[in-house]
C-alpha cells in the first residue's frame, strides 16, 4: 500500500496563475481532508469530503476549490494564486469508523510570488 | 481564537529521562484527542489518542492523560530517545460534529539530547 500521495511535491507559481494538487488514497477510506500548514499556526482545515461526490468548507476555504469525482482523489484547486497562499499543504484520509484516526501524506510546498 | 493550544513551542530534554507535551483547549464539545508526531519534509504521523470517556490511555513508551474538568491533556515520553526528536501536534475532534474533522494546536518542536 502505497497509503496517501500527494503530487506534486514542489510547486512555485506567479500571482495569479492556477494550478491543481492531486492527492490519492489506496485505503479504500470515505473521508479526505485538504489541510494548510503556516509557520505557527499549526494544521488548518481547508475543505474536506465525507464520501465520494461531496466535499464541505473547512476552517479556511477562501481561494480554494475541491472537488472528489473518485473515491480515492481528492483534488485542491487554486484559481487565481496569491502569495498569502504560500503554504505546505496536506491531503489526509479516514476509514469511516469511530475513533480513528487521520493518514496524512507527505506534503506539497507551494511558494506563490 | 485558537481552540487547541500548545503553549510550549519547544522543549529540550535529555536522553533517558521523560518528555511531557502539554495542550489546552476550549471547546467542551471536544470528546477524542489525538497526539501526532512530524518530522520535517513529511506529513504527520498519528501516536496516540484518548476519548473523552477515558482519563489515560498507554502505547509503550507513550502515555497521554486527559483531565476533562481541566480541559487539558498531556503526552508523556518515558524514556525518551533521540529519535522522538520531532515536532507533536495535539489534536481533537467531535466525534458525532459531523465529518470527523480535527482543529491541531500550533505543535511543540521536542528534542532529545544525548
Known amino acids: 500500500n502505497a497509503g496517501v500521495t500527494q503530487t506534486p511535491k514542489f510547486r512555485v507559481l506567479k500571482t495569479g496563475q492556477s494550478m491543481t494538487l492531486l492527492c490519492a488514497q489506496d485505503m479504500n477510506h470515505e473521508y479526505m481532508y485538504w489541510y494548510r500548514q503556516d509557520p505557527g499556526m499549526g494544521l488548518r482545515l481547508i475543505h474536506y469530503s465525507v464520501g465520494e461526490g461531496t466535499t464541505a468548507k473547512g476552517e479556511v476555504p477562501d481561494g480554494y476549490n475541491v472537488s472528489r469525482l473518485k473515491k480515492q482523489n481528492f483534488l485542491l484547486g487554486l484559481e487565481s494564486a496569491a502569495p498569502s497562499q504560500t503554504s505546505v499543504y496536506f491531503c489526509?484520509?479516514?476509514?469511516?469508523?469511530?475513533?480513528?484516526?487521520?493518514?496524512f501524506g507527505p506534503g506539497t510546498r507551494l511558494t506563490v510570488l | 481564537d485558537q481552540q487547541v493550544k500548545q503553549n510550549s513551542p519547544s522543549l529540550s530534554v535529555q536522553e533517558g529521562r521523560i518528555s511531557i507535551l502539554n495542550c489546552d483547549y476550549t471547546n467542551s464539545m471536544f470528546d477524542y484527542f489525538l497526539w501526532y508526531k512530524k518530522y520535517p519534509a513529511e506529513g504527520p504521523t498519528f501516536l496516540i489518542s484518548i476519548s473523552s470517556i477515558k482519563d489515560k490511555n498507554e502505547d509503550g513508551r507513550f502515555t497521554v492523560f486527559l483531565n476533562k474538568s481541566a480541559k487539558h491533556l498531556s503526552l508523556h515520553i518515558v524514556p525518551s530517545q533521540p529519535g522522538d526528536s520531532a515536532v507533536y501536534f495535539c489534536a481533537a475532534s467531535e466525534l458525532t460534529g459531523g465529518g470527523n474533522k480535527l482543529t491541531f494546536g500550533t505543535g511543540t518542536q521536542l528534542k532529545v539530547e544525548l
Open positions: 489526509a484520509s479516514m476509514g469511516n469508523h469511530l475513533y480513528n484516526e487521520q493518514f
